[in-house]
């Protein structure tokens, strides 16, 4: 995913986008923005008067993004690493080594 889905999150913007995939995807999911066709100018300005006109709409949008941007925090992301670490070592999972001994 594109690090600039992180940062507007983070700034809890609500997100106009074009990318297909993994991005367009946690965009619709989470309710946090609108998607537009690439290329498209008139598209694109129909979702950017869209949101205009709904102010209501986009700040609800852009505190779901706020909201999901927590999520994406490294602290976050480094606390959940460490659960699962903590979990597989408590398990006696083994795990293969990968590379060079």
């Known amino acids: 995913m594109p690090d600039k889905i ?4 983070a700034a ?10 993994e991005v ?5 999911q989470n309710q946090i923005g609108l998607q537009y066709l690439p ?3 008139e598209d694109l300005l129909a979702k ?6 709904s102010p209501a709409e986009m700040k609800a949008m ?5 909201l999901l941007g927590e999520t994406y925090d ?19 999972i083994e795990v293969p080594v990968i590379g060079n001994r």
């Open 6 to 9: 992180y940062d507007y999150t």
């Open 12 to 21: 809890g913007l609500a997100v106009i986008n074009s990318l297909s995939g």
């Open 24 to 28: 367009s995807n946690v965009i619709a």
């Open 39 to 41: 290329g498209h100018v």
């Open 48 to 53: 950017l008067l869209k949101l205009t006109a």
């Open 62 to 66: 852009a505190e779901r993004s706020r």
């Open 74 to 92: 490294r602290h976050v992301q480094y606390a959940q690493l460490v659960r699962v670490v903590q979990s597989v070592v408590k398990q006696g």
